[in-house]
């Protein structure tokens, strides 16, 4: 979507940055809505099967119909959820938030106005000195910022103070998060991180989380900061 916005409008966006067309594509052709029939097979079990026309085509069910409808109308009234990334910008501000991340765009908040701007290749190194010479006392970064960067409170730095690194997404595997997390906790630093796991009180991704909590726990010395 910001790539497709024109230059001129850059001043002042009026876009929705949310997902919520993504998921009413995906409501659309994904939520279940072909008409079922109970049988009895020939061993009395009951058993449901889809139903068709004399054509071949497949009947739906006026009931799931509505309530697809009633789903995508409520999520339409929902008010936009920013990502994650964006909101913590938009509330401390860009003067006090370093991201190292791979976008070249991003939205900026300034009062009421939301305003894109571009990023060069040159970003991530400006943004991870200024956090790192204490200029900035917030650090957002992601994967595509956790290759062969160091964050921790090195002692030839300005910024020495105590790291409290917040995982945000771990990602699929303890792997990926451990290398994440290493960025934080180095040799020759003054004070080792504080790590703490993230998550919503989505059953699902607490479950999640809990496995590579655990996972993190069980490597020792490299997440206990010993």
Partial sequence: KLSQIKTDQWDDLQIDLTPKESIFDYLLHAFPTQLHETYTDEKGNER??????EQGNPLESREALELREELIESIALLPPVP?????????????????????????IRDQDK????????????????AFMNDRK???????????GRSYHADLSGENQRLRKHYLLEAGWTASEAIQGLGRTHRSNQAQPPIFC????????????ISSISRRLDSLGALTKGQ
Avoid: H, M
């Fill in 48 to 53: 449901t099967r889809p139903v068709y026309d």
């Fill in 83 to 107: 990502c994650a990334l964006d909101q913590l910008i938009w509330y401390f501000g860009a003067d006090q938030v370093a991201e190292i991340t791979g976008r070249s765009k991003r939205v």
């Fill in 197 to 208: 796991p993230v998550t919503t009180n989505i059953n699902g991704e607490k479950r999640f």
């Fill in 137 to 147: 006392p917030i650090l957002v970064f992601s994967q595509a910022g956790s290759t």
């Fill in 114 to 129: 939301y305003l894109l701007e571009s990023r060069s290749s040159q970003s991530n190194l400006a943004e991870t000195d």
